[in-house]
């Protein structure tokens, strides 16, 4: 029995390590296959070439890889078009995006498929392999495969690859809004990514039910489908967009995004390169495109709009799972009465007590209480131990896996000795708390959060194994961990998604996860009679891969620390500071802020916007240095009614990159920049912040304003170039190869500010 019991706890780790290792295909060099497959040698090579350089808008590789990109596409024999125009998207950011389109023609008078992805990378300092260079290449690689098979769609295909997504998705913008084709598209598939590694996730853009593009997804039949309606979920609570977000928001198009998250750290850093995309998650792309691209050029676009919803997650060998939101009550309702009679049984077979039961509640308790406050101030811990930590603005660090590894094996040796603590209570009593926890658990999703209805899948298998032990003395070790699986399989790879996802501040959801899954495996677990040597055992690996992570915390080549360093004159002054936004400086950097100060919120210069609403943190005094101030031509000043319209072209006399104006605290009826009308929604919400323009070709900004005539408009203009580090008039050195420049700030800049004033 004791071996049984053994090599059962061997099929449960390893059921866990399969919860992931079957999430994605393995990259196999595969440059000989058949010509109508894809090739992952080729994507790869697509990759290697788009990703040689930062190629932002307005960089010098951003035209290289557009017109490689173009060159491709022709190569493919199609015949090739740009889009070219001003938008300033939702966000406030204006830019001149260059689409690139191409069109395969169907047989049919169908709406047409439309892949997508874009090839700008991030500002500045990102070479873009995985974002979104990964996507441009599944599609070139997968439209190649496509087209050698010589078979005429029955719906046409187009081929876009967006622009200045980075800056405010106004590519998509541009076409939604603007482009002729936009009126043909039925759906979209869009192919991302938010890191350099881990599968990829699938996630529904629709502005109704999801029932028919589930139902059509499933058919297509991808082999590696990974995705649950949670995680849609909660991707709709975050302030995170995509291209395909302006197809569903202006053009009510559905779509399907396919996105890797893992390896966090490298997302729109100078570490998204070639070398560093994880070659498995480009494969997993490519496994989603195929089936998807010759399912949908040949299915019937005209039916994806629904008002039904799925519930849906993806198990191993079953690949997509989904049912109707009208089984969520009555699955629960199930739950709850097998859950109400196994009680009844229990208590008539004298295999349940009342006071047992309430003793069963304490383990619980005190399981989710003590990880739960772990997790919680696990950030806030780590940031004070490695301050260093804290320039990491996504919230994961290089060694973030250990960390996630480190504390699930010490919430699940917290566990395991407290429930060894209750060894005496017979483990049918103590699994009636945790079964009454997950049914709550399931009531709360099923009323406030229906995409994770599909947790109460493994609590039907725990009241499976509930109904075993209450009716046997001995149960078998490997029926219970099989009744266990979907519960490994379901939630195990959470425990690691969340916190990749949302950054180790969500520590918490490894250490609040854990507990859950493990009463969901109690069953098993009560037979053990050495629970205080595994927790023993997991205290020992929480240890080791503790000493592990501090060896790792060090920053150093190949793990650089996020650093930043700014000159900034304010023309009204006529004075000038170096900033930096980092919480801990390096030699680099440092030499330039001796004598340095925290900025007040009294001074004269400011911080722009940034994503993680990041501001300096420590400035000095700065010699003056020759910049040239942007000249300011007020074009029309005049007063109609009550409201006066201002019209003034801003142009650089310098080489820049980026202009963001600010004004003070007025509302604005009406305002636009380049002919570009700015939303009366943005123009509510936007606060001071007026427009980011992100120049191309050093052009000039116009911009037009009407407000109450009354009013005093107060225009402050801040303008910016990245080339601090190679200007002739600065000397400031080559940032060292440990250290990366910082991202989501503007960096490596030098920065000019002035405010002009209309009474």
Not at 51 to 63: D, L, N, Q, T
Not at 350 to 368: T, V
Not at 532 to 539: G, K
Request: hydrophobic fraction near 45%; proline fraction near 5%.
């Amino acid at each position: 029995m004791k071996i049984s019991r053994s090599l059962a706890l061997l099929f449960l780790c390893f059921a866990v390590y399969w919860s992931y290792k079957s999430l994605m295909p393995a990259y196999k060099i595969n440059a000989d296959v058949a010509p109508t497959s894809f090739s992952n040698e080729n994507a790869l090579k697509h990759v290697e070439n788009i990703s040689k350089e930062p190629h932002a808008v307005g960089f010098p590789g951003h035209a290289r890889v557009r017109n490689y990109i173009i060159a491709e596409l022709k190569k493919l024999g199609l015949e090739t078009f740009t889009q070219e125009g001003y938008s300033s998207g939702d966000w406030g950011n204006l830019s001149k995006a260059t689409n690139i389109l191409a069109r395969i023609n169907g047989t049919s008078e169908g709406k047409a498929l439309v892949l997508l992805s874009h090839y700008d990378s991030n500002p500045h300092s990102s070479y873009g392999a995985s974002d979104a260079g990964s996507g441009v290449a599944t599609i070139l690689e997968g439209v190649r495969a496509f087209l050698a098979k010589n078979e005429a769609p029955k719906n046409d295909i187009i081929v876009l690859i967006t622009d200045a997504e980075e800056l405010g998705l106004n590519g998509a913008d541009l076409f939604v809004n603007k482009h002729p084709w936009a009126k043909d598209v039925g759906l979209v598939l869009n192919f991302e990514a938010r890191g350099s590694g881990g599968p990829s996730y699938m996630l529904i853009e629709t502005n109704r039910g999801n029932g028919n593009l589930i139902k059509e997804f499933t058919k297509a039949n991808p082999k590696y489908p990974v995705a649950n309606s949670l995680a849609y979920s909660i991707y709709k609570m975050l302030p995170n967009d995509t291209d395909l977000t302006v197809f569903r928001e202006d053009g009510d198009i559905e779509g399907f995004n396919f996105a890797f998250i893992d390896d966090h750290f490298d997302y729109h850093t100078a570490l998204d390169t070639y070398e560093r995309l994880d070659r498995n998650s480009l494969a997993h792309q490519g496994s989603y495109l195929m089936p998807l691209l010759h399912h949908f050029s040949n299915a019937d676009l005209n039916i994806l709009k629904s008002l039904d919803d799925l519930v849906y997650f993806n198990l191993p060998f079953f690949g997509l799972i989904s049912y109707p939101y009208e089984w969520i009550w009555p699955m629960l309702a199930l739950a709850v009465i097998a859950f109400i009679s196994l009680i009844i049984f229990g208590f008539k077979k004298a295999a349940l007590n009342a006071k047992d039961i309430f003793k069963g509640f304490l383990p619980l308790l005190l399981a989710l209480t003590i990880n739960g406050a772990i997790g919680y101030f696990f950030w806030k811990v780590l940031t004070w131990w490695y301050p260093q930590f804290k320039d990491m603005l996504h919230g994961f660090t290089y060694n973030g896996h250990t960390y996630i590894f480190m504390f699930a094996m010490l919430s699940i040796g917290i566990c395991l000795w407290l429930y060894h603590q209750f060894r005496k209570t017979s483990t049918s009593n103590l699994l009636v708390a945790p079964v009454l926890v997950w049914l709550v658990i399931c009531a709360v999703v099923a009323s406030y959060l229906k995409g994770a209805s599909f947790f109460i899948v493994p609590v039907f298998g725990v009241l499976a194994a509930f109904m075993v032990i209450v009716n046997q003395e001995k149960p078998n070790p490997f029926l219970l961990v099989f009744l266990a699986l979907p519960a490994l399989f379901i939630y195990a790879p959470f425990i690691k998604m969340f916190p990749v996802g949302l950054g180790l501040k969500m520590m918490v959801a490894v250490t609040v996860f854990v507990p859950l899954l493990f009463f969901l495996t109690l069953p098993f677990f009560g037979l053990l009679k050495n629970k205080d040597q595994l927790a023993y055992f997991t205290l020992f690996l929480f240890l080791g891969f503790g000493i592990l992570s501090h060896i790792n915390s060090n920053l150093n080549k190949e793990r650089p620390k996020p650093s930043s360093l700014l000159y900034v004159y304010d023309a009204d002054s006529d004075s000038a500071v170096w900033a930096t936004y980092d919480q801990k400086t390096i030699g680099w950097n440092s030499q330039f802020l001796k004598d340095g100060k925290e900025p007040g919120q009294s001074e004269s210069f400011k911080t722009l916007s940034s994503k993680y609403l990041t501001r300096f943190t420590q400035i000095a005094e700065a010699p003056k240095k020759e910049i040239a101030t942007p000249w300011i031509d007020v074009t029309l000043d005049t007063v109609i009614g009550n409201e006066r319209i201002l019209e003034l072209c801003v142009t650089p006399k310098r080489n820049v990159n980026r202009l963001d104006i600010y004004t003070n605290e007025i509302a604005l009826n009406s305002a636009k920049a380049n002919n570009i009308p700015l939303s009366d929604y943005y123009l509510k919400n936007r606060k001071k912040r007026l427009i980011t323009h992100y120049l191309s070709n050093n052009e000039f900004t116009e911009l037009g304003m009407s407000y109450p005539k009354d009013a005093v408009l107060e225009l402050t203009f801040y303008e910016a170039s990245n080339d601090l580090l190679t200007h002739p008039e600065f000397t400031v050195p080559k940032r060292p190869e440990n250290s990366i420049p910082m991202p989501f700030v503007l960096n490596d800049a030098i920065l000019v500010t002035k405010t002009m004033r209309f009474e």
